[in-house]
């Protein structure tokens, strides 16, 4: 069983940046090429957004069209993290951002394909 933990959530003004990050233990996901990192969020009421995924093995990323250019997901296999960098952040980015693991191959984008999730962080955003 995998857990992940999301931290590095805050309240921040607009223009400005931040770093989540997520933790995995409870199972080795190194050398697994099919096991896939991602990052979502999520408002009241609305259904939540794929915001970007990454490969353990093979560092390949995917970012959703929404946050492309201003968020970078990466990771560091020796610390079991993964990253997620947001610069530029609007207040539309206000949301509860969640970290999930995946065993479908390549970079998935949506909650049915991710197996494990973090209890998420909030991200307020102000004007």
């Known amino acids: 069983q995998l857990q992940v933990v999301e931290s590095g959530g805050g309240l921040v003004q607009a223009g400005a940046s931040l770093r989540l990050s997520c933790g995995a233990s409870?199972?080795?996901?190194?050398?697994?090429?099919?096991?896939?990192m991602g990052w979502f969020r999520q408002t009241p009421g609305k259904e939540r957004e794929f915001v970007a995924a990454i490969t353990w093995s093979g560092g390949s990323t995917d970012v959703g069209d929404s946050v492309k250019g201003r968020f970078t997901i990466s990771r560091d296999n020796a610390k079991n993290t993964v990253y997620l960098q947001m610069t530029a952040l609007k207040p539309e980015d206000t949301a509860v951002y969640y970290c999930?693991?995946?065993?479908?191959?390549?970079?998935?984008?949506?909650?049915?394909?991710?197996?494990?999730w973090g209890q998420g962080t909030r991200v307020t955003v102000s004007s």
């Open positions: 409870g199972r080795t996901v190194s050398g697994y090429d099919a096991y896939a």
């Open positions: 999930a693991a995946s065993e479908v191959f390549g970079l998935p984008r949506t909650v049915n394909e991710y197996d494990y």
